[in-house]
């Protein structure tokens, strides 16, 4: 008979599928040769107009992450996702056009009061679970479309906030799409960094069991509406992080950006690139940014070409672009050698 001891289970290890060891191991090295080509671009790009869309893109993947970190790796629907979005743009672009408050004041307010807004959401509504949670999150986020459009004298109402200065850093203003893209450039390279360390914490492994299951979490410990909350608020700072770049590079807010349309497109961006992928918020940003400004030339089809091409997506990859970029890495015979080794090693 076998008197060994039994090894000792690792921290949500029966919460936790674990993937074939095939894909990018090392997605740190990854990343920093992505940004260091990244780094280049407006230095090859043959207008201004391709820098502008740069900055928008490092806007839409700072925003895009922050909502895949609640619905992705934590499973929790969120439909208010561009109300924090555009909480962070009118509270900073408001300091900025009517009380002549600088940005980097400006930004640290916009941010701290969407947490706030957030924990004081998040602590009832996350006990909220499935198509009542989204309810809940949807109403919020129509609560804050309607005081984007009535309160006049602060937000401009349905004609928009204007007169936003541009961010100044000791007297030098980020005033042109060369000088704002390499601000949205370091700022995409932290939160990109710094979502890598959290997943890849105890707190990223909590969040993988709790998106398995909420009870099988609760069983190993975790304490899901701790866990929940604290992600929430993280996933709302960062996304009204978005906002005011957002609002201090285009100096402008209008509601129509921040409205209920805006949260569902968000969310099916985050599918789009790949549930709870790290690169998934990539490709969404991406697909984000290019190609509405592709289907300008349909005018009227824009928004149908669009949706359609999305439902395509998401038929033939229901995991995204990173998740079918990994199948066919782990489908691939280099992969296939990689694996058999570990496997023989192990």
Sequence with gaps: MNTTPPRAAAPFAGAIPVAPAVGPARPLPILL???????????????????????????????ISSLNLIMGYCGQISLCHSGFFGLGAYVSGVLSAK?????????????????????????????LRGHYLAMATLGFNAILSVLFVELVDFTGGPNGLTGVEPIGIGGFALDGEVRFFYLAWALGLVVMWGILNLTRSRIGRAMNSLAGSEIGAASLGVDTQWLKTAIFVISATLASLAGTLYVHFTQFASPETFNFFASVLMVVMVAVGGWGKYW????????????????????????????????VVLIFFPSGVAGFLERFGQRSPAAGRIAAGRSANG
């Design 33 to 63: 040769a992505l940004w260091a080509v990244m780094l280049v671009f407006p230095w090859v790009a043959p207008s201004g107009y391709l820098v502008g869309l740069g900055v928008m893109f490092f806007i839409n993947l700072i925003l």
């Design 99 to 127: 009380y002549g408050i600088s940005a980097l004041i400006g930004i640290p307010c916009a941010m701290a009061l969407t947490a706030l807004a957030a924990l004081l959401v998040g602590l009832p509504a996350l006990r």
């Design 280 to 311: 998934g918020p990539l490709f969404g940003a991406l697909i984000f940014t290019v190609v509405p400004e592709m289907l300008q030339a349909f005018h009227d089809l824009e928004l149908f070409s669009f949706g359609l091409g999305m439902i």
